[in-house]
């Protein structure tokens, strides 16, 4: 009862709002893209907002906005803002990339993407900040671990020494929010609709924690709930992965191709491993050059980032193991090796703010405890905490729960890949949403083009209709 009470109340608050603005009404200069493939007849503008939200005098950086009018402007509701993820993307990337994909939605919105600013800082980082400040490890003692988080510490000084725009210390999601509260209010908007992915669920939190009653709709796709902790978050899709090994196993086993088969493919890898934690594998990779691969890299990324999760992918994973224990680790390099990307203190500033890490040895502990109990094939100290243990500044935005007051019933949407796990966390804390299951491999599903959750969405951000709780789409 009192969950359809809620539902009713806020599709009555929802009813009772003024008619949205019309196209134009805010106080942003629209003009012409320049240097920007966009399609026609996208319209672009800049604002300018504080670094520091705390002086809204102070120093300001400048954000780069995006439109594609609605089509429909006899029938037009207002506007949708694209919040992208990463962290660090942007979202006229996205628009870019993906605006084919949102012809219908676009009918009735005017469909607004930007860049954030921690893509405007990914981008104009110094070099220094991209320098990793340790060689990634799990940590098997306090003392390794004390270290770890004593060199990070050094690291991260470097980098907000060397920053000239301030933005170092001012990257987190609380500040993302502010920015994009901003943006709806010189749209003109009284209340905006949202479209976030990715890393972008985060920033959706944290508007949502600030400014409940400016939301008219929010749409997630493929969403971490930062709320709940990235621990709680990376346990939830590692179970996920763990069970998709158990079954390339039993694939392998019945594959005469598998370059594993006639062998028990999960001890040659578990074998693998083990051999890699005390002797490295040489790797290499176009990107980061030569390196060394351990058995914690190989367990964090090397069958979780595989592309697609389908035979083919399966079928050059298996050829990889079999190399890698000869010696070559080749068919591993692209993906492990990248894990250096999360020692650098420039990458990890975009995300410390917001909780990410341990904040001591005992935390790491418990959680590599909880990992390799329920999943002894990939289970381990996540590759993304160790850094941001040495992180110097107070932790702007740390997870906890939401508040689901003044909050409109949203809708999620989620791959089986394990999207849909954590996306349905994000859309349980507030009653009466829904999540949808893409039974199929994915991530940020409007942006592949999938047809099924397209159509969802746009039902929803357009008439507020949710579909039945045990929707579900087919792979396509």
Known sequence: MKKAFAILA????????PPAAPAGAGRLTWGECSGKELPAPTECASLDVPVNWAEPGGQKIR???????????????????????????????????????????????????????????????????????????????????DAQAAAMTKAFR??????????????????????????????????????AHSYGGVASIAYARLFPQRIRALYVDGVINQAAGFNDQTLRVSAVFEEKFEEFVT???????????????????????RTADRKPIPAFSPEF?????????LRQLAFPALPGQNHAAWLAFAESVDKARRGDGSGFGAWVLSIQVWAWPGVLAMSCGDGRGFTDYDELRAYRRAAEKTMPNLGSVRFDGPGCTGWPLNVANPPRPLPPRDLPPLLGVGSTYGDVVTTRT????????????????????????????IRHATAYLTDLKLPAPDTTCPAE
């Open 10 to 17: 806020a599709t009555a608050a929802i009813a009772a709002l």
């Open 63 to 145: 954000l780069d906005l995006a439109r594609l009018p609605a089509t429909e402007p006899a029938r037009r509701i207002g506007s949708v803002l694209g919040v992208p993820g990463g962290p660090g993307n942007s979202g006229i990337t996205d628009l870019e990339y993906a605006a084919k994909n949102l012809k219908e939605l676009g009918r009735r919105f005017d469909l607004v993407f930007y860049r954030p600013r921690n893509n405007l800082w990914f981008t104009t980082m110094p070099a220094i900040c991209k320098k990793p400040g340790i060689t990634l490890e799990d940590p098997r003692s306090r003392k390794r671990f």
């Open 158 to 195: 470097a980098c907000q020494k060397a920053d000239t725009t301030g933005l170092f210390a001012h990257l987190d999601s609380m500040s993302m929010a502010r920015d994009m509260e901003a943006i709806r209010a010189e749209l003109g908007e009284e209340r905006l609709s949202f479209l």
């Open 251 to 273: 694939w392998c086993a019945n594959t005469p191709a598998c370059a594993l088969h006639g062998e028990d493919a999960g001890a040659v890898w578990r074998a693998l491993v």
């Open 289 to 297: 050059g030569k390196g060394e691969m351990t058995g914690w890299m």
């Open 426 to 453: 994000f859309t349980q804390m507030i009653p009466g949403s829904v999540t949808v299951t893409y039974e199929g491999p994915g991530h940020v599903l409007w942006m592949m083009g999938k047809k099924c959750p």
